[in-house]
């Protein structure tokens, strides 16, 4: 045994370092972390079983030797979208409770940022970082793997990336959107608008094209969408291209492809929106055309804020639990800081359905051009 | 001359390394910065001339010696709130063409968060802070002198402090209260309801009181109340202690505050909110009322949003000029870093005033107890 681990030789746990000195997990977390309370008899045992064990994590090394760090580094695709605000927040709670600072990095949705970001966060050894990644389907994630590579933990959020072996915290846009079809359609709603959809300037005309588009978008916009085909199948309602939003992710597109929408030979009767923009973007197309919810039109989006609660009338919204998404994200990280394994790769927080006065029935019949 | 300056020796300006070079002072400050194109030939005569007189900022000692860091610091009080998010946006897009990343933190309106903020910040060698203090008029800033006195230069942002000599960049709160408020009485209102002013459990029943209290506030809190007093004083009317909220700024206490104004025996006909929160919890009020915006009271807030403009009917607001105060702010402070002198402390960017349909006049003299 003490030969096999001489020849590949692999770190000690944190868990074998409480062993040895015969403490609590916990116990010896905190005290190899340095943060919170710890008696200096304890932190004796506990250095001493790290050092016979030849325990070094980073935040060992940088705590005892070059200095404390204590820092977590969180990259997120967009500061200015409340649904990240409010997730670092919750990020930001764990860590301090934890003895841990926060900064944070905005990409704005390009990959470049984002590599750029994570570039300046190992240049601050941070200790550890949190990502919601830019990265579609389609893109190399290679700047996560180095980081990985490079003994920095990251745990990513929003978005999971299939191939990689990262714990992911994420919500349940799948099942939060089948269940917004599905109230459109126990409504007695057919024509469901979904926006958005993946971008694409390829032509999406059968489920197989949106399909493929869709592997090459963001992960939690390509499951929202799944969601909605979920719905659609359960109900057994043909998919119509011609309802799903393949533009650009904008507000303004938003509400020309709800008007579009509105002015089918069969318009649409509900629209299913998977973002705040894309949520004002419909009301405008809604307004107008002259249209009003919920009598003309059903709507629903994501994600709830208190705006929604004051529209007349208010809107039923999809909430995701930011908070509760940020405070998870941060245990697992910090965690793993501590020298715990990721045993779970995959968190899945539930949304709430916050039903208020946005769905009823379909109109009846409307000729749309008199 | 060269006997006083060894007396009392300053460190030379990059404008006098540039002269010494023979070159623009763009150019100087760029290769001593680090950042952007200089030719092989003109490097070496700013660094020869920077040599010969001693100059030496922190950014020239950490890119020529210890590491270049390139990297701004931003300290905001509340990442969730869409202005910040706005400014911060405009930070990064400046520095980002200025060869600099910014990483965020944010305080909650703590200010124990912001001074282990500082902390951070000084620890991770930014080259710069911005900062949007959380401290009230009667907080010590030791904080952020301190930093100053350590060589890293500060800039405030959208909450100036009176007594620091430190270049501010604000936006024009008193003048935009107070047009907001004049609009109002321009159309015949004369109770105006002012949500939310100087947070405080002291009575305030005359304007000197009111004044006490708003000393103790946030700068900008302070100014958006001094401008809805200046419209009362030009139109002579006189301050009504009952119409301006001092409970804890939330948006619940917003919607109680409102209620009991539109609950006088004198209701207030028109609503002044001085941020989101206080314009939704005041909408939340109106509707649990039983009344209608504009018919019922007029409606304008601070700050504009997607959501505002699709509200029915959509709300006048004052929009801020949010990407502008963070160019100008990152502006201020690269130039700093770059060894400029800063001789403008106060820079006041405009708002704008987007007029929709929340202000029409008063109503007909209304029994609120029939």
Redesign the interface.
Known sequence: MAADRDRSWSPPTISEVAAEAGVGRASAARTLGGYGYASPELRDRVLAAAEKLGYRTNALARSMSTGISH?LGVIVAD????FF??V??GI?DTS?ARGF??????T?EELD?EK??IG?LVD??VDGIIIASAALGRDAVDHITGTVDRGVPVVLLDRAIEHLNLASVVTDNREAARRAAELFIQNGHRRIGFIWGPATTEPVTTRRELSAATSNNLWSDGERLRGYLDALDDAGISFDPALVMTEEKT?ENATHSVARMLDLPAPITAILCSE??AT?GA??AV?ASGLRYPDDVSIIGFDD????????PPLTMIEQPMLELGNRAAEILLDEIDGGNQTQLMHTLESRFIERSSVTGPPPLRSRNP
């Open positions: 820092t500061i200015g979208n409340p605000a409010g670092v927040r930001s301090r600072d926060t900064i944070v990095l905005s704005h940022e750029a970001a300046v601050k050894r507000e705040t923009d004002t009301l405008r307004r804020s208190s705006w929604a609660a004051v529209m007349d």
